[in-house]
């Protein structure tokens, strides 16, 4: 019988690398771990969120592995950061928005804010929050708010009587937040949505396909848009409980539940962050509060007993597993592990190679299979190295 031949297309390239006979592509679960590593800052009355190119925002700094903590120019103290590096905070002439070389604007709030606070601040320029404004009565309540890419201030609609505050904003300005104990959605045009459900609920993240994703004490995760209604995210219906807080445009769901255990949902599977550690020792995961699209997620735990932050980067442990099921070349979950090994993994390795990235690099160069340099990096991106991947994409996790 004549060896089957694994024909795949990258780049402008064409690779052919003989199989061995019979050998079937594995298409499977494969596991994800996290490595883990310190953001040395405090949670604090400021929001923590991670932003697209991995920097994390917690007490006011920024930290990015690799630089470590990066103290904002000017004084300022941001609320929120985008993944083009603009961030947005408080200030005494009202939200200035600005990154590390310059401010860019100072909107004014309006006179009858008491007390205003940015939460979220979107890569095509809008900026949400809440506001507490005293009535005439002397009753505070509060208000939603967003800032448009125009810089105007937008006061967003609500019904009387009702204290609303914005949470979450994306690239068209469709807003997610809480109205008087229900998730409030705000459409493109400033149109509201209040949906009504159990006490103590509110939307806490949207995506840019206009799903807002709500946190909820009675019903399982669930997103919800004005034109699909509530969609649930698991189907089992025994996460009560399990409280979101963050997602990505891959709907990777991150959150914690009653006993403080951090998880993340996938394609209506749950796994929690603690067991999926590879570098792990010492370290007690608590809460998990938001994830990029490169997957990597941020929250709140101890390390030896010491309270602090945490940024986890997903690694595939079975060495095949490195991006995302269907991702188009350099296009969303590119280069993203999600448990599973399929032609995605093998195009994102094949692309490296012939580009010569140093991601292809993993084996010593013409080092036959079962020699001990086969499988080590020499610096040199050659077609043992390619090899090497295939056969780790043959035996999948094996």
Not at 71 to 87: A, Q
Not at 174 to 186: L, N, T
Not at 241 to 258: I, T, Y
Request: hydrophobic content about 40%; overall charge negative.
């Amino acid at each position: 019988m004549p060896a089957h031949r694994l024909i795949v297309a990258a780049a402008s390239a064409v690779a052919v690398i003989a199989a061995p006979s019979g050998a079937q592509a594995p298409f499977g679960p494969c596991p994800i771990g996290y490595v883990i590593e310190e953001v040395p800052l405090s949670d604090s009355d400021l929001t923590l969120m991670i932003a697209e190119d991995g920097t994390v925002l917690a007490e006011g700094k920024l930290y990015r592995s690799g630089e470590g903590v990066i103290v904002p120019p000017f004084g300022l103290r941001p609320y929120c950061v985008n993944s083009t590096g603009v961030m947005a905070a408080k200030t005494s002439e009202g939200i200035t928005i600005f990154d590390m070389d310059h401010i860019i604007a100072t909107v004014p709030c309006p006179p009858e804010a008491e007390r205003i606070w940015p939460e979220a601040i979107s890569d095509s320029g809008y900026v949400v929050g809440g506001m507490e404004i005293d009535e005439p009565a002397q009753i505070p309540y509060y208000r939603g708010f967003r800032i448009n890419p125009d810089l105007s201030f937008e006061v967003l609609d609500q019904p009387q009587n009702t204290s609303c505050y914005a949470n979450a904003v994306n690239i068209y300005g469709q807003v997610a937040g809480r109205c008087s104990g229900d998730p409030a959605y705000w459409e493109s045009d400033g149109t509201f949505h209040r949906v009504v459900m159990e006490a103590n609920n509110e939307g806490v993240d949207i995506d840019d396909q206009g799903e807002m994703l709500i946190q909820t004490i009675g019903v399982p995760p669930a997103l919800w848009s004005p034109g699909t209604g509530l969609r649930s995210l698991t189907d089992h219906g025994l996460d009560a409980g399990f409280w979101p807080w963050g997602m990505n445009l891959l709907d990777h769901v991150v959150g914690d539940n009653v006993s403080a255990e951090p998880w993340i949902l996938m394609d209506g599977t749950y796994s929690f962050l603690q067991a999926a550690l590879v570098n792990g020792d010492g370290w007690d995961l608590a809460w998990a509060r938001g994830i990029n699209d490169a997957g990597q997620i941020v929250g709140i735990g101890s390390h030896n007993g010491v309270h602090m932050c945490y940024l986890l980067t997903p690694v595939g442990l079975c060495g095949s597993d490195v991006t995302t099921a269907g991702a188009a070349p350099n296009g969303l979950g590119y280069g993203v592990p999600d448990g599973e090994t399929n032609t995605s993994d093998l195009n994102y390795f094949v692309n490296a190679w012939v580009a010569g990235d140093t991601n292809a690099d993993i084996t010593t160069m013409n080092a036959p299979a079962g020699d001990p340099a086969y499988g080590q990096p020499d610096g040199l991106v050659t077609a043992a190295d390619l090899q090497h991947y295939v056969n780790l994409w043959i035996n999948g996790c094996s």
